[in-house]
């Protein structure tokens, strides 16, 4: 009934059509401002791990290799996912500062779902990586060379952008006769091809299977190299060398949980949770933005000794 009232003002956005209105989170209105503690301590965690991350490993010679040069680009990755939302949703949650244009909201929008498919594939050269380490490491140094590590860099941005580019012009081609108002933190693409009132199949049927496309296939990859490291593993000849061998997987396997297993709780709870509460749609999609980013350098500074002992002698040169 909240939604429906708020839905009915047309204050919220004027009735202009340039202008969309971001809700929050609809039926917990009341704990916005609660809610926005949580959110800072996840956003100030993004920005001082993934830094850190990112000065150690340019400061630190012995860090120069594949695992860490991935490890960046997760971090950097993260650190513009994290400024493409955490301020607008501080903002509704502080304030209600919800206005956002329409061509904003198609950016933030086209640049949150870009990024999420960036960290995907540098997920998935991180587990090429482990695969390369463990099941050929006397060819790792030839296989991934600089020149290697940075097109795959590239290719992760090139199909970030090529996949979501369609997303902002299709949705540009529908008209929102009834509501501008967005029952979201964030321009999420399905919660603004809701809004619309013509043919929404094909921004459907697209936004289906480029997620399809991304997560399936990456996360089929993922477990293909875990599948071959797992029986490389098993064919060493010493328990202690096997243990060895899965530890430098560990952080890894980690991050991959952190990021895929609320990706997939909001993917299916948005499309076949059609019983579930809308404000946990939204916070299962929050958790999905907020989590990750602030999570993968704690696991990775917890979990592997070479940036823990980094990380301590860049702050003693420092003192």
Request: hydrophobic share 50%; with cysteine.
């Given at each position: 009934?909240?939604?429906?009232?708020?839905?009915?003002?047309?204050?919220?956005?004027?009735?202009?059509?340039?202008?969309?209105?971001?809700?929050?989170?609809?039926?917990?209105?009341?704990?916005?401002?609660?809610?926005?503690?949580?959110?800072?301590?996840?956003?100030?965690?993004?920005?001082?791990?993934?830094?850190?991350?990112?000065?150690?490993?340019?400061?630190?010679?012995?860090?120069?290799?594949?695992?860490?040069?991935?490890?960046?680009?997760?971090?950097?990755?993260?650190?513009?996912?994290?400024?493409?939302?955490?301020?607008?949703?501080?903002?509704?949650?502080?304030?209600?500062?919800?206005?956002?244009?329409?061509?904003?909201c198609l950016a933030q929008m086209f640049f949150i779902h870009a990024f999420c498919m960036?960290?995907?594939?540098?997920?998935?050269?991180?587990?090429?990586?482990?695969?390369?380490?463990?099941?050929?490491?006397?060819?790792?140094?030839?296989?991934?060379?600089?020149?290697?590590?940075?097109?795959?860099?590239?290719?992760?941005?090139?199909?970030?952008?090529?996949?979501?580019?369609?997303?902002?012009?299709?949705?540009?081609?529908?008209?929102?006769?009834?509501?501008?108002?967005?029952?979201?933190?964030?321009?999420?693409?399905?919660?603004?091809?809701?809004?619309?009132c013509g043919d929404t199949r094909p921004n459907r049927v697209y936004g289906l299977t480029?997620?399809?496309?991304?997560?399936?296939?990456?996360?089929?990859?993922?477990?293909?190299?875990?599948?071959?490291?797992?029986?490389?593993v098993y064919h060493l000849p010493s328990a202690e060398a096997r243990s060895k061998a899965?530890?430098?997987?560990?952080?890894?396997?980690?991050?991959?949980?952190?990021?895929?297993?609320?990706?997939?709780?909001?993917?299916?709870?948005?499309?076949?949770?059609?019983?579930?509460?809308?404000?946990?749609?939204?916070?299962?999609?929050?958790?999905?933005?907020?989590?990750?980013?602030?999570?993968?350098?704690?696991?990775?500074?917890?979990?592997?000794?070479?940036?823990?002992?980094?990380?301590?002698?860049?702050?003693?040169?420092?003192?």
């Open positions: 009934s909240t939604l429906g009232k708020t839905m009915e003002t047309p204050n919220h956005t004027g009735l202009d059509p340039s202008v969309f209105f971001l809700l929050g989170i609809p039926g917990l209105e009341q704990f916005h401002l609660w809610l926005s503690l949580p959110v800072c301590c996840l956003g100030t965690a993004t920005i001082v791990g993934n830094i850190t991350i990112l000065v150690v490993v340019a400061t630190e010679p012995a860090l120069h290799k594949p695992v860490y040069l991935f490890l960046c680009m997760l971090s950097t990755i993260d650190l513009a996912a994290s400024f493409s939302t955490v301020p607008k949703l501080l903002a509704i949650l502080w304030c209600g500062a919800g206005h956002i244009s329409a061509s904003t960036m960290e995907s594939t540098v997920l998935l050269a991180m587990a090429f990586d482990r695969y390369v380490a463990i099941c050929h490491p006397l060819r790792y140094v030839t296989i991934l060379t600089d020149t290697i590590i940075a097109r795959i860099g590239v290719v992760a941005m090139v199909r970030g952008s090529l996949l979501m580019l369609p997303c902002p012009f299709l949705i540009g081609r529908l008209s929102f006769c009834q509501s501008h108002v967005i029952p979201h933190t964030y321009c999420e693409h399905m919660a603004v091809v809701k809004l619309a480029a997620a399809l496309l991304v997560i399936g296939v990456d996360l089929f990859c993922i477990g293909l190299s875990y599948a071959f490291i797992i029986q490389a899965l530890g430098t997987c560990g952080s890894h396997v980690c991050v991959i949980l952190i990021s895929y297993t609320p990706a997939l709780f909001s993917f299916f709870t948005h499309r076949f949770g059609h019983h579930v509460p809308l404000h946990i749609h939204i916070l299962l999609a929050n958790v999905y933005l907020l989590f990750p980013p602030a999570l993968n350098p704690v696991v990775y500074g917890v979990k592997t000794k070479e940036i823990r002992e980094s990380v301590v002698s860049v702050f003693q040169r420092g003192q």
